[in-house]
């Protein structure tokens, strides 16, 4: 059986959600005071499933502060991951590399499998959109080989499944979105399950199986709606649109037509686009800035030490051309005084010898 959703219910439910969500991110703003940095991490990790990159930069830069503040290195490696993950997520491919960069010069110095885990997961997205599928596939095999974490295991099912299906291996692709719709994650349950759904319907639709490609979008769509993850309603209306033509069932999918234009109107419109853009290339500066900061304090750093180290230089070299100074004329001093005495005893013997002849 094929589920249906009324044009009219369906853009009720996403108003009823949008204005929900921006009445609890003022009240989230206003009342809650976030010492924790686990607690950053949470919220950057709702508003991302909530496709609200702007309000997870925001957040994921506060954990990041509060990282090196307390001199948490584990947990500036994990914000750096994050932001690539996000950063990706906008295409900023350029950056989230450099984000990754920063994350990899840190692993060097501590032991972190967690961290070198997600590393790999994050090296392993870009080398999928780069189309190196192959090698992607090795990267994650690498990934798990390092860590057992259950929310990094899900989010590596679910991008090999993504990328099995790219490679028309649907077998093994179909039972890792599977295991995914059924799962324990205490994070992000509902989003996993929304993905696989969505998987299985871009799979299902490939080798031309229609039914259980519009029964998986239905399913997805009423878990998109249900926990406002926004790309996935867009994503779901998307495919149900073209499922339901492929059925013959044209009416459906004009319903689902309009519902993908009039989302894309309300929810990514130009001023999300440009609010995102905003608040990632601010975000974005102010680290390089700082970090240009730090390396220039670390040089005039050295160069203090520099300085120091050459005064200290010329003061010995000083104290050593003094003790030499002094030296030598200790050494005359004591020559001219043996001279004199010598001088002396010749003289006193003189004058005996000349006192003796008189006498």
Do not use: C, W
């Not at 094929?2 to 009445?23: E, R």
């Not at 993504?162 to 324990?184: E, M, Q, W």
């Not at 160069?303 to 050593?320: H, P």
């Amino acid at each position: 059986m094929i589920f249906k959703l009324s044009h009219i219910k369906l853009l009720s439910v996403l108003i009823a959600l949008t204005f929900g969500t921006m009445l609890q991110n003022i009240h989230a703003q206003d009342s809650i005071l976030q010492k924790d940095i686990s607690s950053y991490f949470a919220q950057a990790r709702i508003y991302k499933n909530k496709n609200q990159i702007d309000l997870a930069l925001e957040s994921l830069n506060k954990a990041s502060k509060e990282a090196e503040k307390k001199e948490d290195v584990k947990a500036l490696i994990d914000s750096y991951h994050e932001f690539a993950i996000l950063y990706l997520k906008l295409d900023k491919e350029d950056t989230a590399e450099f984000y990754l960069d920063r994350a990899k010069v840190l692993l060097k110095d501590v032991e972190y499998p967690y961290g070198n885990a997600i590393y790999r997961y994050i090296e392993a997205k870009l080398l999928y959109k780069r189309g190196n599928d192959y090698q992607a596939i090795y990267m994650l095999i690498e990934a798990e080989q390092l860590n057992n974490d259950r929310n990094f295991f899900n989010n590596k099912l679910l991008l090999e499944g993504t990328i099995y299906t790219s490679l028309g291996k649907y077998d093994i692709a179909t039972k890792n979105f599977n295991s995914l719709l059924v799962n324990t994650d205490i994070y992000e349950k509902d989003y996993l399950a929304t993905r696989a759904h969505l998987g299985l319907t871009t799979l299902n639709y490939k080798i031309d199986k229609f039914v259980e490609s519009a029964i998986n979008a239905e399913n997805a769509l009423r878990l998109a709606i249900k926990n406002g993850f926004y790309k996935e309603v867009l994503e779901a209306n998307e495919q149900l649109t073209k499922v339901y033509e492929a059925l013959g069932q044209y009416d459906i999918a004009l319903k689902h037509n309009r519902n993908l234009l009039q989302i894309r109107d309300t929810l990514f419109n130009i001023e999300k686009i440009k609010s995102e853009a905003k608040t990632a290339e601010k975000i974005d500066v102010n680290f390089k800035s700082d970090l240009i900061k730090q390396q220039d304090q670390t040089i005039e750093d050295l160069n203090e030490s520099k300085n120091k180290s050459e005064l200290t230089a010329i003061l010995a070299s000083a104290f050593l051309i003094i003790i030499s100074l002094l030296a030598v004329s200790l050494y005359r001093n004591n020559q001219i005084k043996l001279k004199t005495n010598d001088l002396l005893q010749t003289k006193n013997n003189e004058l005996q010898l000349a006192r003796d002849a008189a006498v």
